[in-house]
Nanobody, 122 residues
Framework: VQLVESGGGLVQAGGSLRLTCAAS????????MGWYRQAPGKEREAVAS???????IYADFVRGRFTISRDNAKNTLYLQMNSLKPEDTAMYYC?????????????????WGQGTQVTVSS
């Protein structure tokens, strides 16, 4: 399974970006998918997770601003990010797991993308 993120870039505070994660390979092996982010000098942290059935979990710091969604027919995961803040600046990673529901535990994910950089200027 390969996960490829896109859609990152430079945006001003208050702006929006939409991240996309395209999955290829043995797609049937992916159930739950999630978005993580990692800022320089910080640990990778969970942003949101969505199960194959559509159950969603958000981190408190993005609830109300970010929306995770997936198109199973296109094998694609999305993250719509609105009202961006400078503290949202990070490398954003897509992740997938074979079995189990939505989770914020990064140790439970089997597949990871290479990341896409999001930079929010003040």
């Amino acid at each position: 399974v390969q996960l490829v993120e896109s859609g990152g870039g430079l945006v001003q505070a208050g702006g929006s970006l939409r991240l996309t994660c395209a999955a290829s390979g043995v797609i049937l092996s992916i159930g739950t998918m999630g978005w993580y982010r990692q800022a320089p000098g910080k640990e990778r942290e969970a942003v949101a997770s969505i199960s194959s059935g559509g159950y969603i979990i958000y981190a408190d710091f993005v609830r109300g601003r970010f929306t995770i969604s997936r198109d199973n027919a296109k094998n694609t995961l999305y993250l719509q990010m609105n009202s961006l803040k400078p503290e949202d600046t990070a490398m954003y990673y897509c992740a997938g797991r074979q079995f189990g529901g939505a989770t914020m535990d990064r140790g439970l994910y089997d597949y990871w993308g290479q990341g896409t950089q999001v930079t929010v200027s003040s």
